[in-house]
């Protein structure tokens, strides 16, 4: 233990005290005991006050030589303390569903993913605020399968594209099931359950067309060429085209399909679903199916990937949409999305 600076120059000596060199002075009518009394009390005093000096001193001694106790288990405990408040937080969003009601918003305008019929047959759903019309496609009936199994009511909302994330993030519905991609850029803004469908890139052309027998995207070089607006296929797609004369793209999938039948464009880029319905309704149009060549479009899984956004962070509600997802196969979503290619009405191709 290290002594004071200054202890030993300051401390009194214990032989001078031992020796009784210390002068007291003689108090009038004292007596010769009660002097050396007084005198014994007085050693036992300084002597007390001594030792009580040395201890301070010493522990003082102790604290300057101790290392300060060390504060990195507290910082280290940091971590462990914020995890219980973000999984709170993250606890806290609403799924949505507390009411027992899954409100899902599409364009109804996109078969055969969803559309809009006069009647509630073939399964077709009320859409909310309309009292006669109906949507129905394969989003319907997904989301109709997702219902069933959580044991909730469904509810249709019809918006246009563009309003389908924003309406995800303000929470004015719980779900989109409308034929998204599950683009990066998307999955910065919702979360993603599924997918629950895989589209291939694909091309519709007239069979009467000088582009009728493309085998890969090289043989669509210097054609007119349109898709829908905020889409792979028109921002991703059409620009791999060489020299393609690319036109403003159409607010919906019927209006880019319309524009190919009525001759003001040369061909048209889409999903597999989306030109299978449409040749269903147009026998003058020709599927262009460039997989597994080497002249196809280039694009990454997430783009032909087919998913349910819902509020980011919501995992309860993306959870029990994936829960339903999971199991199913790409044979079981084929089969689905023929069946609504089957039921699809003519006009809404």
């Not at 009784?20 to 036992?44: D, I, L, V």
């Not at 909310?128 to 109906?134: D, L, M």
């Not at 296929?233 to 403003?248: E, G, K, M, R, S």
């Not at 040369?266 to 597994?292: E, N």
């Amino acid at each position: 233990m290290a002594k004071p600076e200054g202890f030993f120059a300051t401390r009194f000596s214990m032989d001078r005290l031992q020796g009784g060199s210390f002068y007291y002075p003689h108090r009038r009518g004292e007596k010769a005991g009660e002097q050396n009394a007084r005198k014994g009390t007085e050693m036992r005093r300084i002597l007390a006050l001594m030792l009580a000096a040395m201890m301070v001193f010493a522990l003082a001694a102790c604290g300057q030589s101790a290392p300060a106790p060390s504060a990195a288990p507290t910082q280290e405990a940091a971590p462990a303390e914020e995890a219980p408040a973000e999984a709170a937080e993250e606890a806290s969003v609403p799924s949505g569903v507390e009411d027992g009601v899954l409100t899902v918003a599409m364009e109804c305008a996109y078969a055969p993913y969803n559309w809009t019929q006069g009647d509630d047959s073939n399964g077709a759903v009320p859409i909310k605020g309309s009292s006669s019309e109906f949507a129905n496609g394969y989003d319907v009936m997904m989301a109709k399968k997702i219902c069933e199994a959580n044991g909730w009511e469904l509810e249709i909302v019809k918006t246009d594209w563009d309003s389908l994330v924003p309406g995800v993030q303000s929470r004015t519905y719980d779900a989109v099931i409308a034929g998204q991609s599950m683009t990066p850029e998307r999955a910065e803004q919702v979360d993603f359950a599924g997918p629950y469908l895989y589209a291939t890139i694909v091309c519709l052309t007239k069979a009467d067309s000088q582009f009728a027998n493309a085998k890969g995207i090289s043989d669509l070089a210097g054609g007119s060429c349109t898709s829908q607006l905020a889409t792979i296929w028109y921002d991703t797609c059409l620009p791999q085209i060489p020299d393609a004369n690319i036109l403003p793209g159409k607010d919906t999938a019927p209006a880019m399909l319309m524009e190919l039948e009525t001759g003001m464009c040369d061909f048209v880029c889409t999903d597999m679903p989306t030109a299978q319905g449409a040749i269903s309704t147009y026998p003058d149009m020709v599927l262009l199916d460039f997989a597994g060549s080497d002249d196809d479009f280039e694009v990454a899984d997430s783009d032909v990937n087919i998913g349910v956004s819902v509020f980011k962070g919501n995992t309860v509600l993306l959870d029990a949409i994936n829960a339903v997802l999971e199991p199913m196969s790409a044979d079981d979503f084929n089969a689905m999305r023929a069946e609504a290619i089957a039921v699809q009405p003519m006009s809404e191709a």
